[in-house]
């Protein structure tokens, strides 16, 4: 609404073709190019209330896109950011300064979320508002406790407070103070999730000042905490519930119904706690990442498993063994052990299991005979699972809309054609099934809501691409990265039907035969893409950048529709390249990945000339990951245009006609 609001203003006095008029020698400003005499202004041509009403209702984005339109429609959009009830923009990193003329203060604001990459503890008191119920902030690296405390002491209704890196630049102060303010200060938190790393505030009264926390914390997430610290606060926390009956005692985490968490080892004696100290529990979701193997005293058994969920309310569950330090597994978990956990567990809706490497088709079995209502299955690192785990699925009631079945090795084209009457299959994660070929895909191209498929280091050829352009499915997203007996020819065959039409998200990356023709014929298909990773890519290179940048969708700008875009390590790419990434070409480019050896002097002046692009030259992945820890799995952000950083960038107001010069 508010950009044909200002479409039809800069337009309504301009005959057709009419060219602007050019600059006056006397002026250093161009002359306003719309006719004052016939065209009324926006607060003319409209009620104020009418105009505040419609802005009201609008996000964020959108207003800073209709601040950019006019003075006008940029006054209203200052004055409805006074009263916007939520303030989200997870898509950009703003500086202080650039922040906070856009958070005014504003008595009805409930909702924050933002990235606050380029934000210090300056800017605490900016995020500190009283009134919020809600506050997610990512990368809060260079920001310190203190936030904490300020939360404590300005936001005492807040409900649902996230928090991700805080205080993990080296010298930022984190004190067991500033979590025991937090606590004690926000009585009415519901969610609390802080991302970080828990030693920093080991203290001896640890345990005991978790029971000034809110009873009505429902959620609890933690990136990491020593398992000694987590074990006290358990022990704290069962002993409190035995001397309840004739004891007056402090309450721990009366309504807690999800813990996420992340430790040195999973047990046998913290599976035990944790179904003693809490038995509300209906998602559990626990994650280690061991740096030495296991003893038997310090890992998790068949035993530990029996003694998860013993109040039957568990509805989702993951048990992930990370091999980030070394290559390790669940090595003393058998069949047995999972065929005990499913007895307990047949309200299961979805589970994860990562790293059971003794467990067969029997145990899996077990789970999807046992959890009728099961609707999410990822099963990573399974060696052992074959084709039998899916042979009589068609038998059972199940329903599944989310699969993941990464690293399993001895999964064939059988298991998945069994897997493929599922007919309600949203999401499909099949990387580095090393075993699996084109008649796998041919299985799959029918299913008629599969929007996600991850085919990674798969043997696939061509062929299966053709499969998918002529197949059923309306894929959003395809990854196809390490999937090296591919060419350009499987290019005009994936376009060649109706995926055209709904793909937005492709990864082409480590494929040795994909070259610039490859690309141009992607260029050339039309293809609306909001993502493209062509990364360690020996064939690809500047002509890749061009065909890309000349992109035109329904008379949009350059390029207009990519969001991201990965070149690390593709040989091809030159210097010369970078001068296509210059406005006015991928005006809505968010994440781009280069080499670091490409000339610094001129990847630091692309950085200044677009502030809000995120770029990497070290090989970081960009944007956000396909799979999440959470239950929800895949996850994923809508972008925003480039189109408001005018609005951001200049402190002064700008004039009509210098805004559609601009334009």
Not at 92 to 117: G, Q
Not at 476 to 481: F, I, K, M, V
Not at 510 to 530: C, E, F, H, K, V
Not at 630 to 641: G, I, L, M
């Amino acid at each position: 609404m508010a950009q044909f609001l200002a479409q039809k203003t800069a337009t309504s006095s301009l005959p057709p073709n009419s060219p602007p008029p050019p600059k006056s020698s006397t002026s250093m400003s161009s002359p306003d190019p719309i006719d004052p005499a016939s065209a009324p202004p926006m607060d003319s041509a409209l009620p104020s209330a009418v105009l505040a009403t419609i802005l009201s209702r609008l996000d964020v984005r959108s207003l800073l896109l209709a601040a950019s339109a006019c003075r006008c429609l940029r006054s209203c959009a200052s004055s409805a950011l006074s009263v916007l009830p939520a303030f989200h923009l997870l898509e950009v990193a703003l500086t202080h300064d650039l922040l906070r003329p856009l958070l005014p203060r504003n008595p009805s604001l409930r909702s924050l979320r933002l990235d606050c990459e380029k934000l210090e503890d300056a800017a605490v008191d900016c995020l500190a508002r009283p009134g919020l119920h809600e506050l997610t902030l990512l990368n809060c690296n260079n920001i310190s406790g203190r936030l904490l405390r300020e939360l404590s002491a300005t936001c005492r209704d807040l409900r649902v407070l996230s928090l991700n890196s805080l205080g993990e630049r080296r010298g930022l102060a984190m004190r067991f103070s500033d979590l025991r303010a937090l606590l004690n200060g926000c009585s009415n938190l519901e969610s609390l999730s802080l991302a970080l790393d828990f030693s920093k505030f080991d203290d001896p009264n640890f345990s005991h000042v978790w029971s000034s926390a809110s009873e009505g914390l429902l959620s609890l997430e933690i990136g990491y905490i020593p398992l000694s610290m987590l074990l006290d606060l358990l022990t704290v926390a069962i002993e409190a519930q035995q001397c309840m009956d004739y004891i007056k005692a402090p309450v721990f985490f009366p309504s807690l119904q999800k813990l996420c968490l992340s430790v040195d080892f999973i047990t046998d004696q913290l599976i035990g706690s944790i179904s003693t100290a809490l038995p509300s529990l209906t998602h559990l979701d626990l994650q280690d990442a061991p740096i030495m193997e296991p003893e038997s005293a310090t890992d998790l058994t068949n035993a530990g498993l029996q003694q998860i969920n013993p109040k039957g309310k568990l509805k989702h569950i993951s048990l992930i063994r990370s091999q980030e330090f070394l290559f390790t597994s669940f090595r003393r978990v058998n069949d047995l052990g999972i065929l005990l956990m499913s007895e307990k567990c047949s309200e299961l809706e979805s589970i994860c299991l990562g790293g059971f490497s003794r467990v067969t088709d029997t145990g899996f079995r077990a789970i999807i005979h046992s959890c009728s209502g099961l609707r999410k299955l990822k099963v990573s690192n399974g060696s052992r699972l074959t084709d039998l785990v899916f042979h009589d699925i068609v038998a059972t009631s199940l329903c599944l809309t989310h699969v993941s079945l990464r690293w399993c090795n001895l999964l064939t084209e059988v298991g998945i054609e069994r897997l493929s009457f599922n007919k309600d299959l949203n999401v499909l994660d099949l990387r580095d099934c090393k075993s699996l070929g084109d008649e796998a895909v041919r299985a799959l191209s029918c299913l008629p809501r599969l929007h996600i498929l991850l085919l990674d280091g798969t043997d696939i050829t061509n062929q299966a691409l053709k499969y998918l352009g002529t197949g059923a499915c309306p894929l959003t997203s395809l990854s196809l990265r390490g999937c090296y007996k591919l060419t350009n020819d499987c290019i005009p065959l994936l376009f060649a039907g109706s995926v055209k039409e709904s793909l937005r998200v492709l990864d082409l990356s480590r494929i040795p035969s994909i070259t610039d023709d490859g690309i141009m014929l992607i260029a050339q298909s039309r293809t609306p893409l909001t993502e493209l990773r062509l990364r360690e890519n020996p064939k690809i290179g500047d002509a890749t950048v061009m065909a890309l940048a000349s992109m035109q969708f329904d008379g949009g700008t350059y390029g207009s529709t990519l969001q991201l875009l990965d070149l690390y390590d593709c040989c091809g790419i030159t210097p010369l390249a970078m001068r296509w990434f210059k406005k006015p070409y991928f005006p809505r480019l968010r994440w781009l990945g280069l080499t670091g050896s490409l000339n610094r002097i001129m990847v630091d002046a692309l950085v200044r000339s677009r502030p809000f692009l995120h770029m990497s030259c070290t090989g970081d992945e960009l944007g956000t990951s396909y799979w999440d820890a959470s239950a929800d799995w895949y996850w994923h952000d809508d972008d925003d245009s480039e189109e408001h950083e005018p609005w951001q960038l200049d402190g002064e107001p700008v004039s009509d006609a210098e805004t559609a010069t601009e334009e």
